[in-house]
Nanobody, 125 residues
Framework: QLQLVESGGGLVQPGGSLRLSCAASGFALNYYTIGWFRQVPGKEREGVSC????????LYTNSVKGRFTISKDTANNTVYLRMNSLKPEDTAVYYCAIDGTQYGPDCLQQNYDYWGQGTQVTVSS
C-alpha cells in the first residue's frame, strides 16, 4: 500500500529551525517527482519545494529560497525539508506529495497523485 507520512512539525520561535520528514512506503521515492506544499486555512495551497524526477532538479518558491533545503534519502525512502530562519508567515500545514511525471517543466505547479496527511508548523513567539 502506497503511503506518505509527514513528521517533524511543531511550534518554533521566529528565527528557529525545523526539519520535516516524509517517509514513503509501498514504492520507491527515487522514481517519482517529490514536492513539499503548505496551506493556511482560507488560502490556496502553495508549492514550497520539489525534486524533479529523474534528474533531481530542485525548485523553491521565492519566499523560502536561501532558508529551506529539500533533500532525498533513497536508502531510507524519505524526503526532508530543512527549514531555517523561520518566519511567522511560514506557519501552515505542510504536505509532501509524489507524482509520476518526469521532466515536468515546473514541479511546483504540476498535479500530484499522492499526498500525505500533513504536519502543522507554527512559527510564533
Amino acid at each position: 500500500q502506497l503511503q506518505l507520512v509527514e513528521s517533524g512539525g511543531g511550534l518554533v520561535q521566529p528565527g528557529g529551525s525545523l526539519r520535516l520528514s516524509c517517509a514513503a512506503s509501498g514504492f520507491a521515492l527515487n522514481y517519482y517527482t517529490i514536492g513539499w506544499f503548505r496551506q493556511v486555512p482560507g488560502k490556496e495551497r502553495e508549492g514550497v519545494s520539489c525534486i524533479r524526477s529523474p534528474d533531481d532538479r530542485i525548485l523553491y518558491t521565492n519566499s523560502v529560497k536561501g532558508r529551506f533545503t529539500i533533500s532525498k534519502d533513497t536508502a531510507n525512502n524519505t524526503v526532508y525539508l530543512r527549514m531555517n530562519s523561520l518566519k511567522p508567515e511560514d506557519t501552515a500545514v505542510y504536505y509532501c506529495a509524489i507524482d509520476g511525471t518526469q521532466y515536468g517543466p515546473d514541479c511546483l505547479q504540476q498535479n500530484y497523485d499522492y499526498w500525505g496527511q500533513g504536519t502543522q508548523v507554527t512559527v510564533s513567539s
